[in-house]
């Protein structure tokens, strides 16, 4: 089954002003997870990898494990048996977590913040991003680039792509924002777009593809005005597209 971790663009290779390392990365750390769990990756009763294994796949400290598990023991997505490990609740409580049980009206509501929010965001990081976040949106575009991915893992590059762009920013509240949004930041995690737009989900997945390559290529050519045009027209699409959908 294909993966997609924070690595190999971790937030430590650079960081916004002011950004809260442990504060961050162990909300991005529960974010990954509560995916897995409600993908069905990992699945009720199944024991999570042990916590050296996390640190090595994902690069972070035991501080940062052990944060984000507990974040996932507040919203009743796993226990700890002290001495045995941490398990996935039995009947996780998806419900707990402020960004699950979608519907297309809360996903149109999503989208219009981030219209208001992300068009800025790609004009100041056309401004100030640096080589690294140049090579961290072409690793989420390549992923996207193979129109066979399964929806989790488009979803997951999806959202990474759009939080590099965040990082290119160097302000650190336009990460929060980003991560705070977490899965309902990705309307294809939430919902099954193609179906909804009644189309194939391979040619679903190229056109997306087609409007964040231009993102990216205004952000990497350092053009402000095309960046904040090419986003916006990207989140308008989608907009349409899911009112489409709704009214058809």
Partial sequence: MSTFTIEPCNPLHRRPKGFNQSRNL?????????E???????????RLPPEAQVM?????????????ISQLQTRGLVITKHGVG??????PDFDSHPNSSASLEEVLAVIELRISIEVEAAGFAAQRR????????????????DPTISRDVAAAAD????????????????????DHLGIDLIPRKRLNSAALNGGDRIEYGLRLHREHQAIYQS????????????MHLHLSNIRERLRHATFR
Wanted: charged content about 15%.
């Fill in 86 to 91: 941490s398990f996935v609740s039995d009947t």
């Fill in 130 to 145: 640096n080589p690294q976040h140049l090579v961290c949106m072409q690793n989420a575009l390549n992923i996207l680039a």
């Fill in 36 to 46: 897995r769990i409600t993908s069905g990756a990992l699945e009720p009763g199944q």
């Fill in 159 to 178: 959202r990474e792509f759009h939080r590099q762009i965040a990082m290119a920013t160097d302000n650190r509240y336009f990460v929060d924002i980003t």
């Fill in 26 to 34: 162990s909300s991005i750390l529960a974010q990954v997870l509560t």
């Fill in 219 to 230: 952000i990497a050519e350092g053009d402000l005005s095309a960046a904040q045009a090419a």
């Fill in 56 to 68: 090595a796949e994902h690069g972070v400290s035991r501080t940062v494990v052990r944060e984000a």
